[in-house]
Antibody, heavy 117, light 109 residues
């Protein structure tokens, strides 16, 4: 059974940093692209970032470029999202998702990031 | 900046058929955008329904189908059930990543 379990969400002050993790199991992690998607309270889904299966290429939505870094450790079957210079508008549930170039096929339950002074 | 558009809300009677659409603020949706559809109930993770326009994800009942209708992608639910009451999101592949629509809140009543 495919499982994705996010962790690392917390309440932080503006300008702070966090590292989110997504532990994967039940499939060959190194064979799949992985993505982060976020959802602000009461709002819709927003695709944030993706990383190739071997980590060689990454992509980001414009609003997070230069502040977020996606990475992965295939030996640990774990996906990461380093979030720096946090802003109030980054407050959201962050989901990791398995997928490919054009689809997200399995989702984790999400981890909540709250940015507030 | 291109925006992906969806109806904010829709209602359907139990047993009825409803078609939700996914368009672009500028231009037409085609299979080249690989439209996908996701279902989300409050407090839960999204569930993948359809990908590559019309391929059902594993375990998704055939009441759910995807297509291109005119210049939009479409998700059709036939024989609507009470537990279909959810938010539905489409996503389009835009080259560097995916772009989600704003979602449609479907009410079954």
């Amino acid at each position: 059974e495919v499982q994705l379990v996010e962790s690392g969400g917390d309440s932080v002050q503006p300008g702070g940093s966090l590292r989110l993790s997504c532990a994967a199991s039940g499939f060959t992690f190194s064979s799949y692209w992985m993505h982060w998607v976020r959802q602000a309270p009461g709002k819709g889904l927003v695709w944030v970032s993706r990383v190739y299966s071997d980590g060689s290429s990454t992509s980001y939505v414009d609003s997070v470029k230069g502040r977020f870094t996606i990475s992965r450790d295939n030996a640990k079957s774990t996906l990461y999202l380093q979030i720096n210079s946090l802003r109030a508008e980054d407050t959201a549930v962050y989901f990791c998702a398995r997928g490919g170039k054009t689809v997200l096929d399995y989702w984790g339950q999400g981890t909540l990031v709250t940015v507030s002074s | 900046q291109t925006v992906v558009t969806q109806e904010p809300s829709f209602s359907v009677s139990p047993g009825g058929t409803v078609t939700l659409t996914c368009g672009l603020s500028s231009g037409s949706v085609s299979t080249s955008y690989y439209p996908s559809w996701y279902q989300q109930t409050p407090g839960q993770a999204p569930r993948t329904l359809i990908y590559s326009t019309n391929t059902r994800s594993s375990g998704v009942p055939d009441r759910f189908s995807g297509s291109i209708l005119g210049n939009k992608a479409a998700l059709t639910i036939t024989g609507a059930q009470a537990d279909d009451e959810s938010d539905y999101y489409c996503a389009l592949y835009m080259g560097s990543g995916l772009v989600f629509g704003g979602g449609t809140k479907l009410t079954v009543l």
